[in-house]
């Protein structure tokens, strides 16, 4: 069973820092692409960064790059969203997603529209609200 427990969503002002957590069990990050997207009301989900396994290369949004890190810990199994200099903009439920299902690249692709996310698989998600 594919289980995504996610965690360090907050309300922050702008300007500030928040790091997410997801803790992923049944599969291994070691062998697995997994990534983050955020979803707000109204809004089409955009996906904001991910990480391959094994050259652990990392890809971002336009509109994250240079303020928001991904990495993963794979001795404890989890992926992290590191995001500072926080904007109003940034306000969204953030998901972390992988589907092992469809082979290491797990869902993810990058196109000219950024990161996207095309599995079926995600956690229940953590909000963050950047607000004065």
């Known amino acids: 069973q594919v289980q995504f427990v996610e965690s360090g969503g907050a309300l922050v002002q702008p300007g500030g820092s928040l790091r997410l957590s997801c803790v992923v069990s049944g599969f291994m990050l070691d062998y697995y692409t997994i990534g983050w997207f955020r979803q707000t009301p109204g809004k089409e989900q955009e996906g904001v960064s991910y990480?391959?396994?094994?050259?652990?290369?990392?890809y971002y949004a336009d509109s994250v790059k240079g303020r928001f890190t991904i990495s993963r810990d794979n001795a404890k199994n989890t992926v992290y969203l590191q995001m500072n200099s926080l904007k109003a903009e940034d306000t969204a439920v953030y998901y972390c997603?992988?589907?092992?299902?469809?082979?290491?690249?797990?869902?993810?692709?990058?196109?000219?529209?950024?990161?996207?996310?095309?599995?079926?698989?995600w956690g229940q998600g953590t909000e963050v609200t950047v607000s004065s």
């Open positions: 997603a992988s589907d092992p299902r469809l082979g290491l690249l797990s869902g993810w692709t990058y196109d000219q529209e950024g990161p996207t996310y095309l599995g079926a698989s």
């Open positions: 990480i391959s396994p094994n050259d652990e290369r990392t």
